[in-house]
């Protein structure tokens, strides 16, 4: 690890040119130094390396004065004689109300399904408030992370099992594809000891062949865009990480033989036009795989991934192109914390980014039950997504084996119950036929409807859907006779 300190920290802020007052940087770390005075974290080290390294983390990632001045200040409230009264006092209630958000979150632990249902609500809440509460909790864990081993077997399990199920998902979520990936290196090995053994032993068996792939096809490659003029901006390899295989390795019952994209290689050229000529030069120089080209420009992710992809076969190795603009790469590493790059006021995420975020922390109140909570989440959060497109182009983003009702509702809960059919890419279709990406779906209503088929419980996948159509459901005899009753004597609500 870099060597944690305030210099460090100012010397980060200047070298990503962040339109940040270094002064107001220094008074917080004098402030939280003063606080955590005598304190000392586990690895027996000052206490406020702790902060400073969050807040390294935070200036990595270019964000905001305020989140980088919260950052240094996030433990002071829960570990120290200072409050949260004395936070707002000095650095205002930008940076107060940060600091309350990470520490309303509190300790996070996880034991069982209760306490990890409590949690993602929380988090949930929190970046609901201000999406910047969660990137101080991702520092935050990073820095826990690198400094896990001196923690107990038993801890350090759980925190690293907890990062790979709740802030990895949502860091991936958010698009930002370097804090997932720090997350996931950092926790596997603690998290599942012998499986990362197998991994990196996989990998590092087959890296001679795919240097010697990496360098020809290197070669090849530029020579070939040298002679069409296309500049390059950026041309790199990229091992498949260790976390992302064994998932993989999963889904295809462990046969590496069939995961095609171990080796990856990354090309950034200036304009999406090059990025389609790119496209074109390196499958007419291999042979591309079928079925594996994917144009996420035109159809984008819906965490906002854009990117050509080609997965082609060179000597028997396989391996996966990714092209993209600066402003796409830019975009695919950072997400939603690239909306921080641009604008020096201090960007406004825009409302639809974090629909979602704010959906969740809604469903939280709707839905007490633990156990259904946690069963929408991982339907409409962390499992795959297909994106579908309304008649007039606009991007849809919906879980897979979505149907044209959770279309409809997905678009306004009167065109939900109002569904009468659906066309699929102009042709009529069910209401309960599955959705693919791409597709472009009407919804036809009858005004006349007075409400939604229960039976579409069967097949809808939103937690939307479901939610809408039950409150059309008749109630059971006994709960009409008692909404009956109450009404009656007007006590109870
Ligand atoms: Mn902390």
Redo the contacts with the bound molecule.
Sequence with gaps: MSDVSIESLIEIIKLNKLNIDTQKVKQAFEFAQKAHEGQTRKTGEPYIT??LA?AMTLADLRLDEATIVAGLL??VPEDTKKTLIDVRKDFGSDVAMLVEG?TKLGKVKYRGIERYVENLRKMFIAMAADIRTIFIKFA?RI??LQTIEALDAKKAERIAKETLTIYAPIANRLGINVLKDVLEDLAFQHAYPKEYKNVTALLDGGQKQRDRCYLSVHTAVLDALNKENIQVVSFYGRTKQPYSLYRKLQQHSNDPNKIFDLLAMRLIVPTIQDCYAVLGIINALYRPLPGRIKDYIAQPKPNGYQSLHTTVLCDRSIIEFQIRTPEMHEQAEYGIASHWHYDEEGARISDKDITWVQELARWQEEIKDEKKYLESLKIDVFQNRIFVFTPKGDVIDLPEDSTPVDFAYHIHSDIGNKCASAKINGQIAKLDEKLKSGDVIEIIIDKNRKGPNTNWLKFVKTQQARAKIRQHAPKPVWEQVISGVTEKFGKKK
């Design positions: 702790h902060p969050v996030h433990d990470i935050d820095h826990n």
